[in-house]
Nanobody, 122 residues
């Protein structure tokens, strides 16, 4: 069955960078769409970024546009999220998801990882 695994989270200071990685196993092709969401305590799950199977089509959430970059890494069969200029508002569990079409709604995605914690103290 499809399994989604995130890695790369940690505790960093404001202004620092982190690179998250999402690997998806158990299927013959990459998902049509791979996306990153984040969820802070007491908050709804928030769309961060999404990328097509080929990597040619990319979308970003308003809060991260210009600071985060999503990409496909063919050598690792992974989708990465480069996060620069991190701020305390970026603190959340970051989750990777696979789905059949582009969407900013978490319910439209079929497979999810466990998440990786990113903490940026104020």
């Amino acid at each position: 069955q499809t399994q989604v695994t995130e890695s790369g989270g940690g505790l960093v200071q404001a202004g620092d960078s982190l690179r998250l990685s999402c690997t998806i196993s158990g299927r013959t092709l990459p998902p049509t769409v791979t996306a990153w969401f984040r969820q802070a305590p007491g908050k709804e799950r928030e769309f961060v970024a999404a990328i097509s199977r080929s990597g040619a089509v990319i979308y970003y959430g308003d809060a991260v546009r210009g600071r985060f970059t999503i990409s496909r890494d063919n050598a690792k069969s992974a989708v990465d999220l480069q996060m620069n200029s991190l701020i305390p508002e970026d603190t959340a569990v970051y989750l990777c998801a696979a789905g059949p079409q582009f969407s900013r709604a978490p319910n439209d995605f079929d497979y999810w990882g466990q998440g990786t914690q990113v903490t940026v103290p104020s």
